[in-house]
């Protein structure tokens, strides 16, 4: 098996190079994204591995196909950028569904901390020897009300660290968990609601056309005066021109950023010596009240452990069963992880 790996960090090498051996697998890196310019690049291969800004389109789909190729493994959960509809039929998509919800859930709240209590402009100060505290006040955490969106395993532990710090959590979910309603200091509310209630607003849900720019000026005309924005999950959730607005206005308190919408040719790249033509990030990230990391809640050495590990496993499973429980499936014209072992023969 030989396997082309597209849009190489360092850090991805060490856990991939362990697991791969062990299963066999021959490992070609490359630095460059997957797309429709590099798509050759592939050529040789039996298979892809691909990350969250790599473009898995009509066309590329169409050249792997010609390439031999049938797999597309994904080392990541999301798969926004996959056309799964057109690649239904043609490629296999195998995804990591869950890597280390916990790692994703602690950043979210990392950056919030950091927001609400100056941290890093307490960093920058006690740099300078500039022991002032003006400027530095926050706020409690503690009976704050947190409007959690999307209540999978990222959001779960989301929860449970917000409950940790006696906040009140208003959830909302397209398919509520039983459980999760049932605890004390979690509700289960429409989207209106925590809108217009929550303090802080987490958002935890995958990209779909139903959640694209889900914070959008309607939004956020809704919410709290003050109200601090965090998403860690897809850039395109939020409008950022929408977001920048509300900043502006005073309306939005604070906004902490792990994602993007048009991240794709900026994260996990170094601009420090250019001038960056993104105008809207650029004006994002000169605010105060503002705190953007680029796309590393998912950093921590036990999700990559778990990520390479998932994705050599998916395949392995495939490569010797023909199947893979997490395989991305579209079938009745919803994207969902394979049911019966099989998406098309």
């Known amino acids: 098996m030989k396997l082309a790996f597209f849009d190489t960090k360092p850090y991805d090498k060490p856990s991939f190079d362990r697991y791969a051996k062990a299963a066999g697998i021959k490992v070609k890196y490359f630095e460059a994204k997957l797309n429709e310019d590099t ?5 040789g291969h039996d298979a892809v591995c691909v990350f969250v800004n790599d473009t898995v389109n009509a066309a590329v789909i169409d050249r792997l196909v010609a390439l031999g190729i049938r797999i597309v493994a994904l080392r990541c959960a999301g798969f926004n950028n996959v056309d799964v509809k057109y690649a239904f039929g043609k490629v296999h998509v195998l995804r990591v569904p869950a890597y280390s919800p916990y790692a994703v859930a602690e950043h979210t709240m990392a950056l919030l901390l ?10 920058i100060r006690t740099r300078d020897f500039n022991f002032s505290l003006v400027g530095m006040t926050g706020f409690d955490l503690h009976g704050k009300t947190v409007g959690v969106v999307g209540t999978g395993k990222i959001g779960r532990s989301f929860i449970n660290i ?8 208003l959830a909302y979910d397209k398919y509520p968990a039983n459980d999760l309603a049932e605890r004390e200091g979690v509700r289960y509310v429409t989207l209106d609601e925590l809108f217009e209630k929550s303090d802080i607003i987490s958002l935890h849900c995958p990209l779909t056309e139903e959640t694209y720019h889900l914070i959008d000026n309607e939004t956020i005309e809704r919410c709290k005066r003050g109200v601090v924005i965090l ?39 170094d601009f420090s010596g250019h001038i960056l033509e993104d105008d809207t990030l650029a004006r994002l990230i000169s605010m ?14 036990d999700a990559l452990d778990n ?3 998932t994705t050599v496993e998916n395949i392995v499973s495939f490569t010797e069963k023909g199947e893979c429980p997490n395989e991305v499936c579209f079938r009745g014209g919803v994207a969902e992880d394979c049911k019966n072992g099989k998406c098309f023969g």
Do not use: W
Not at 39 to 43: D, G, P, T, W
Not at 162 to 169: A, H, I, R
């Open 114 to 123: 950091t927001s609400i209590r100056r941290i890093h402009k307490a960093y």
């Open 307 to 309: 990520i390479a590990e």
């Open 39 to 43: 798509v050759e690049l592939a050529k």
């Open 162 to 169: 917000c409950l940790g710090f006696g906040m009140q959590v």
């Open 231 to 269: 998403n860690t999950s897809r850039g395109a959730l939020v409008d950022a021109e929408a977001l920048l607005s509300g900043i502006k206005s005073r309306k939005i308190g604070a906004a902490c950023l792990d994602v993007y919408e048009e991240e794709a040719d900026l994260f996990f790249e």
């Open 288 to 301: 105060p009240n503002v705190i953007v990391t680029s796309h590393q809640a998912f950093l921590t050495e």
